[in-house]
């Protein structure tokens, strides 16, 4: 499909990273400090309820099969339903404002999970605490791509990527620990069940997370060309840069498949397969999360920046496609003989997943011009939810009672992981060589 003729004419205007004085670039770190923050929140919101599933399986009578759907489809079709208008809001609109509308979102998920009564209900909240956070993550790589010149963005991603993975690890270390210290009391609230009142402490601790986020305000846009808002030549922009998206695109969703249902399905497993209980494994998966999304966001940040430096076409994407190539043994975790060889493992998949998502975050903020990137993240978050977040929980339950019934799940979680892990390689390499030389390119 040709490619709109006013965008490839248009002029690129670019403020440039403009020296800053000292309160201005306290101001920068303290915005970026702010959407980590929230990005942190988000993810521990959505990721909470996965060391609590066994509890809340326990508590409701629900199915493996149910569990899938409250931890998958049940954010996926409304972000997959939501990415695009938003994604479209996120490049024309204040991004603030929508950013404190996904906040309010997942708190009031979250809250709700508290007291819900049975599986559709436990659907309900959950969709509003993933969608939330699901939503929230490229309007918040949008602003910070804004807030700094795009040889600096590795490095501002990074801060992202940290706050995401903050949030998932105190969602495993501190969930897990509130319900073992909640088992041993009394309740809070009179037939409350422990798990929820750690979703109810989690809540309101999003609760007074918007006071902060007021601060926030709108960056100047950054490479913004005169191609007009309309979604149709943003469409067709993107269409003409399909051999490089097309494969990035399912390289990471790919990945995202691989930890998503290494998220949703490890405590199952742990506690299965391996005897453990959550207030066992949750301080030591709390420290994996956070370790690893450290050292994956500083290595992701590092090698992005320095592959743009390479002379080498597609250089930024190195870095996704040797993480994603040392992730498919790591996805083996599920069925290592011992919890010595477990949480290695796993810690290996976690950390290079963490890098592959921020490298192609920053492939995309370098190689799309700016007034594409939020449709372009929303197609992807479209793509992403359906797949990565719908589809690869549900696939490790149809795979286990393939196999042979719930026993199985480890097994199937191995053989899920791994198929993700060598797809997100070859369709890495492939988006690699096939990437624009700047966003201007076709």
Known sequence: MPVDQAFVAAPILDVGPAPLAAPRAQRFWFAILLLAVAIGAGGAMRIVFSPLAEAAKLDMGLTDSQLGLVQGIAAALPIALLSIPLGWMTDHTKRVRILMAMIALWT???????????????????????????????????????????????????????????????????????????????????????????????????????????????????????????????????????????????????????????????????????????????????????????????????????????????????????ASAIGIPAALFPIMPGLASFFPALAVLLLCGTVTGLVAAVAITVLIPNEFRGLCMGAFMVIGALFGLGLAPQLVTEGSKLLGGEGHLNQALAITGVAASLLSFIAFWISMRAAPRSAVEI
Request: charged share 15%; aromatic share 8%.
């Open 108 to 322: 009031v998920g979250t809250v709700m999970t508290a007291f819900v009564d049975s599986f559709w209900m436990l659907f309900l909240a959950r969709t509003l605490a993933g969608l939330g956070a699901g939503c929230a993550l490229p309007v918040c790589i949008s602003l910070a791509a804004d807030l700094c010149a795009p040889e600096k963005r590795g490095r501002a991603m990074m801060y992202i990527s940290l706050g995401n993975v903050a949030g998932a690890a105190v969602a495993f270390g501190v969930g897990g620990g509130l319900l073992g210290a909640f088992t041993r009391s009394d309740p809070a609230i009179a037939g409350l069940a422990p798990w929820r009142e750690v979703h109810l402490i989690f809540g309101l601790l999003s609760a007074a997370l918007i006071l902060p986020m007021l601060l926030l305000r709108e960056p100047v846009r950054r490479e913004v060309s005169t191609a007009g808002t309309a979604i149709g030549p943003a469409a067709r922009a993107l269409w003409a840069r399909r051999r490089f998206l097309g494969p990035l695109f399912i390289g990471q969703i790919s990945v995202v498949m691989a930890d998503s249902a290494a998220g949703v399905w490890a405590a199952p497993v742990l506690i299965r397969h391996y005897q453990q209980t959550p207030e066992q494994f949750s301080a030591i998966m709390g420290l994996i999360l956070l370790t690893c999304g450290v050292a994956g966001a500083a290595i992701g940040g590092f090698v992005a920046d320095w592959g743009q430096k390479r002379a080498l076409r597609g250089g930024v994407m190195i870095g996704a496609v040797v």
